[in-house]
C-alpha cells in the first residue's frame, strides 16, 4: 500500500487513511490557502506499527522520496546547516483529540544549523529560542523525559537574571539554556541529544505512532467512545514562525461562537510566539479583534479564509494559524466542537443562510445535545454572591465543593460529594479530575484552553480564564479580587453559560427548552430566544419524519400527564409494583400469609377498588391513547419486612414473653419466601400461575376502571402486559382468565371489553420461541433491562458497581450495555424475536420500554429492526422523539 500522502493528494474524506488534520491540510492546500508544504504518513503505517512494533516494509524509502521532493520544492535540505528546512512532526487521528497525542516542532534543528538559521533570519535570539524548544519537546514527548525539569531550569535561568517573561532572556541566554536542556538530556538517557535531523524525525514519527497508546488518549477515547485500534497519522509540516518578532505570531480562532453559536469573530492570538504558546496559557493571549489593529492585512486575509471555510465544509470551523513577518499560514482547521446550544442555533442559522437543508440540519443535532438542553440552570432572581467571573467555555449550572487538585476531585466525589474542580489552568494529567467534578474553573486561558475544550467535549460546566480569582493550587483556596477567600471545601456555584463564579449554593430552575416541551413557552413569543424557536423548528420535522411512535413509562396520574405534554403518544409501560407499598402493605402480608381462599379472596377483594381508583387516573390523564399495565412482576420477598429486622423484632418480644403471633407468622412467610437469586424465581408471570386470583383482581381492576371511564365518555385504551414470559403455556394460562374476567366485567356494565393482551419478552427464550408466543400474544414489548440480564447472566444491580469499570477499563465493553443497547447480542434476540413473531401473526405490534428507548444509538437500532414504538422516562420523549425522526430521516 501507499502509505505516504502529499498535503496536494488528500481531501477532507480521507479522514480514515490521513487522520482529520491531515485531510484537511490537504483539502486546504487544494483550495488554494497558504498551507505550508509536507506530506501525511498514515494511519495504516500507525496500526502496523503499533501491531508489529517495527515500521512497514518501504515506509522509509517513501517517506525519503516525499521528504526529498519536499526539499526540492523549499530549496533547501532537511538540517541544512547554513539554511535549514525544519519541519513539524504532529500527529493526527481520524476524531480529533485535542492536546492528547504529540506533536514536535523545529525538527532539524542542531548546533550547526541553528547558526544557519540566525544567520538566514537575522534574527539570533529567534534561532536559540526555537533550538531550545525542539530540545524540550523532543525530550519530553521523544525521549519521555520529565517535562519539569526543563521547565524548573527556565525558571532558574529567569530568577537569575531577575526576569518573568520568556520574553525578557536574550540569545545568549537561549544558548545557554540549549547547553542546559542538552545536560538534561545526558543525565536522564544516558545519551547525546540526536543531532542527525532525518534521525530526529525518524524518531519522532516513532513517538507519534506511540502517543496513540499513551494513558491520557486511552482515557480520553474511552470517554467520547472512540474506537482504540484506528491509530493516528503523522503529519510532517514545513515549519513557519511566529516566534520572529513582534510583526508575527500565532493564534487560533472559530468562525462561530462555539460556546452560544453567536455570528462572529473569535479567537486568540499572541505576538511573537510558537505553536502551543496560545494555548498552554503561558503568556496572556489578545482577542483575535486586536489583530485588526497588530496587522490589518492578515487580519483582512484571515477573514476571508474563515469564510472561504466556513461555505465550503458549510458548518462552524475551528482554525489554527501564524503570521510569520507580515505574512498569514494556515496550519490547521476542522468542523469545530461545539457546545449543544451552539450546535441547534448554528444548523438553525445555516439552514437560514440557505447552506444546508433542514433535514441536514436534524442530522446535525442530536438526542444526547438535546437532553444538554434540557439541564436546570441557575435561577436570575434568587439572590446571588458574586465572586468573579470568567469565560463562559462550557455552559450549565455547577454548585459543589471547591478542590484544588485532582486527586482531591476524585476522592471527594468517590464518597458523595459534588465537587467542582478549581486550577489555574488544566493540562491532560487533570482529565480524570475533571470527569469526576461537576465543573470546572480555571483562572487562565482562553474558550481554546486544554480546560475548556475537554469540557466542552464532555457537556461538562466550564468557567475559565477568571483572572480576577487567583487560584492559588499550593495552598488549595482561591481569592476574590475583593480579598474574600475560599477555602477547600467551601461550595461555589459556576455558571458556564454566563461565566460567573458565585459563593455559596445558587438555586437552579428548569431550562427554557423543558418549558417549552412542558407548553409553557411558546415558540413564537417574544420571551422564547433562538435556541427555542430552533429545537421548535428541528422537533416538528422530526416528528413529521418518524416512522416510530414515543411512549412514555408512567406509573401514576401526575407523571402520566407530565408525559403527555412531553410528547409521548401513550404509556409503553405502567407498572403495578408501587401500588401494593405505602399503606396497602398491610393488605399486601394478608394476602401472602393467607392460610384460605377465603382469607386470600378477602384480601384480594380489599385491594381491588383500590387498584381501580389507581387505573382510573392514569386512564383519565391518557384519554384516547394507549396505556400498557403491565401485571405485577417483582418477587412477593419486597412487600414483606426486612428479614435482620423481623427476626430481631420477634427475638425481644419472646424475650419479654411478649405476644408475637403476627411477627411469627410473618417471619415464616419472609423464610419460605427467601430466594437464592430473586430475579431468577417466583416473579412475573409465575406469581400469576402460583398465587390464584392475584392477575385476575389487576386485570378486573382494569377493566372495571375502563368500563367506568367508557360510561363517563371517555376513550380508554389499556393493553394487558403479562411480565416474564418464557414459554407460549404460561401465557395461555393466564389469557383466558383475563378474557374470561373482561367478558363478565363487560357483561355487568354492559359494555364491550376487548383490551390487547400481550407480553414482554425478556427472557431469552421468550424471544428464540416468539413464533409460538405470537400466537398466544397480541403484542410483544421488549424489556430490555431484563432482557439485557437475562442473556449477559448478570444482575445489573451487582455488576455495576462491582466490575463494569473494570470492563470499561479493559475496554470488554466501550459502553454499559445497560446504557446503550448491546447490539450484537441482546438486539439479535430482538431482532430474532420481532422476525419470528411477526410471521405467525403479521402486523403484531412491538415496542420496547427498558431504558434503552431513550438512549440515541438504541433508539436508531429500534427503528432499523422495525418497532412500532419505544417507550422511555416522561423526561427523555423528547430525546427519543429527535432520534427517532434523525433515524428515518
Ligand atoms: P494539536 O493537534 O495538539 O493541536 P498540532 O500538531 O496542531 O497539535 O501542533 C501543535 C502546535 O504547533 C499548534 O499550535 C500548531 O499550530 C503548531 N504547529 C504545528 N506545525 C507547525 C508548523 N509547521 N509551523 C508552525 N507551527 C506549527
Ligand atoms: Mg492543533
Ligand atoms: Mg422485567
Redo the contacts with the bound molecule.
Sequence with gaps: PKYVYEFAEGNKDLKDLLGG?GANLAEMTNLGLPV?PGFTITTEACRHYLEHGTMPPGLDAEIEEKLAALEAKMGKRLGQPDDPLL??V???AKFSM??M?E?V?NIGLNDDSVKGLAAQSGNERFAWDSYRRLIQMFGKTVLGIDGELFEEAIDVLKAGKGVTSDLDLNADDLAGLVETFKDIVREETGAEFPTDPREQMRLAIEAVFQSWNAPRAVLYRRQERIPGGLGTAV?I??????NLGMDSG?GVAFTRDPATGQQGVYGDYLQNA???D??AGIRNTVPLSELERIDPKSYAELLSIMEKLETHYRDLCDI?F?IERGKLWM??TRVGKRTAAAAFRIANQLVDQGLITLEEAVGRVTGDQLAQLMFPRFDEKAERDRLGRGMNASPGAAVGRAVFDSYTAIKWSRSGEAVILCRRETNPDDLEGMIAARGILTSRGGKTSHAAVVARGMGKTCVCGAEELDIDTKNRRMVAADGRVVEEGDVISIDGTTGEVFLGEVPVVASPVVRYFEGELDPDSAEADELVRAVHRFMQYADAARRMDVRANADTPEDAARARRMGAQGIGLCRTEHMFLGDRRTLVERLILADTDKEREEALAALLPLQREDFTGIFEAMDGLPVTVRLLDPPLHEFLPDITELSVRVAVAEARGEEHEGDLRLLQAVHRLHEQNPMLGLRGVRLGLVVPGLFTMQVRAIAEAAAERIRQGGRPRPEIMIPLVGTVQELEIIRDEAVQVMREVGEAHGVELDFPIGTMIELPRAALTAGQIAESAEFFSFGTNDLTQTTWGFSRDDVEASFFSNYLEKGVFGVSPFESLDVDGVGRLVRIAAEEGRATRPGLKLGVCGEHGGDPASVHFFHEVGLDYVSCSPFRVPVARLEAGRAAA
Design positions: 488534520k505550508p519541519v513539524s504532529r500527529s493526527g485535542p492536546g497525542m506533536t516542532l503529519n509540516c514545513s515549519m513557519v514562525f511566529g500565532t510558537q505553536g502551543e496560545v494555548v489554527e501564524t496550519l490547521q
